[in-house]
Every structure is written in C-alpha cells, then in structure tokens.
C-alpha cells in the first residue's frame, strides 16, 4: 500500500533560521507530489508540486522542495522563515493508478519564535 | 478568483439529528473529494467522485453517511444520525483529472460541525 511519512510531528524554528520539513514517501511508480499549507480555521493551500522535470521546484511564498528518487524523499525547504509561516504543512503523493486521489502525510506542525 | 465554497462554515447540532454539508466545486472541475479532519485521526478521505459518480467511499461510514452530486455545481455530505464522534472539521476539494493527467486539489475552507 502507499504510504506518506513526515517524520517531524512538529518543528520549532527562530524567526529568519532556514526550515526544512521531511517528507517519505512508499510506493515504486513515478509519483505526483505536494505540499500543502494549513493556517489555523482555514483549508489546505497548495504551496508547490512536482510531477516531472527538474527536480528541484518553487513554489509560493519562498518555499521550494526537492524530489529524490532514490530516497523516495520530497523535503520542503525554505531559507529565512517568516513568523507568517507558522502552520500545518502537508506532503501528498499522488500516482496514475490512484484516479485522482492523494494520500496525505499526518502532517508537521511548524512554530516561528520571535 | 476560483474557489471552492462550503456551507455551512460551522454547525452545532444534537445527537441523532441530521446534518448536511454542501460543497461547491470549481466550475470546469471533474473530481470532487469530502474529507474529515480530527485531532486524532488527521485527514482522511471520505470520498471522492468523477464526473458526478462515485469512484470510492470507503472510507466513510456507510450506516450512517451519504454522499451525492445532484449536479456538477453542488456536492452533499449527509449524516444521519448524527454522533458525537463525527465531532470534526469536513473539507471538500476539488481538481481536474483528464486524459491520464493528474493535478492538485483545490480545498474549501471547511464546515466545523459539532454535535452534543
């Protein structure tokens, strides 16, 4: 069965320090990949995905990722977080057979300290 | 600005009482998703359409949750009894899949039902 792993339940960071947030993923087909941003009472916000082509993919408000295939990993990084940052990030995985659906991770909770 | 609409945004109601959520896709969308998050169980899908038909449900609870797509504009996800247990934050999202193409999934803001 597919699975998605983020492996840090929550991560705190200091205002302006680099963030990244690990994401697994299990499966042996070619995988869609994102990454979700949850604000508190809101819905899930697209910030990036790959699905083909260079390997390292931007997205909004500064965040990039890289898919490594012989990790299964699709990190999400950003290099100076901003107190706006703090939230719930999501990976998802998606592959051809699954008709449109994705599998989320449990998710990474991130706190900014001032 | 495109987005996916959801009503009502919160819902308090008794046990054993029915409840309806509804959910607009965007339009030219053809995949329709109802998920439920919790503190416990995080986000799980409950189900998902294509084309207004139903590719998989099994994640919802079928004694006592339905889910339709009267028509391309409006998705509904009913429960009936309701239980404190389905105490939770429902999402709908949307996207399009053609021609084997995948994409991303649009989510709505949520409905925040509650039943006492």
């Known amino acids: 069965a597919q699975s998605v792993t983020q492996p840090d339940i929550h991560i705190t960071v200091s205002e302006g320090a680099s963030l990244e947030l690990r994401c697994n993923y299990s499966y042996g087909a070619t995988p869609y990949l994102f990454w979700y941003v949850q604000s508190p009472g809101q819905g899930l916000q697209l910030l990036l995905k790959?699905?083909?082509?260079?390997?390292l993919v931007q997205g909004i408000k500064g965040f990039e990722a890289e898919f490594k295939r012989s990790q299964s990993s699709f990190n999400l990084r950003k290099p100076s977080v901003h107190w706006s940052d703090a939230a719930e990030y999501f990976c998802?995985?998606?592959?051809?057979?699954?008709?449109?659906?994705?599998?989320f991770g449990d998710g990474t909770t991130l706190t900014v300290k001032p | 600005d495109a987005r996916v609409t959801q009503t009502p945004r919160h819902k308090v109601t008794e046990m054993g009482q029915e409840v309806t959520m509804r959910c607009q896709p965007i339009l030219g969308h053809n995949t329709v998703f109802w998920y439920r998050q919790t503190m416990m169980q995080g986000l799980e899908l409950l189900a998902y359409?294509?084309?207004?038909?139903?590719?998989?449900d099994s994640g919802m609870p079928k004694d006592r949750f339905s889910a339709e797509m009267p028509d391309a504009t409006l998705a509904t996800l009913k429960i009936q009894p309701s239980e404190p247990r389905d105490s939770a934050v429902y999402f709908c999202?949307?996207?399009?899949?053609?021609?084997?193409?995948?994409?991303?999934?649009?989510f709505g803001p949520g409905t925040r039902l509650t039943v006492l």
């Open positions: 998802a995985v998606g592959f051809n057979t699954n008709a449109g659906k994705s599998t």
């Open positions: 999202a949307s996207g399009l899949v053609s021609g084997g193409l995948y994409n991303e999934q649009f």
């Open positions: 790959y699905f083909s082509g260079d390997t």
């Open positions: 359409f294509r084309n207004r038909a139903p590719l998989d």
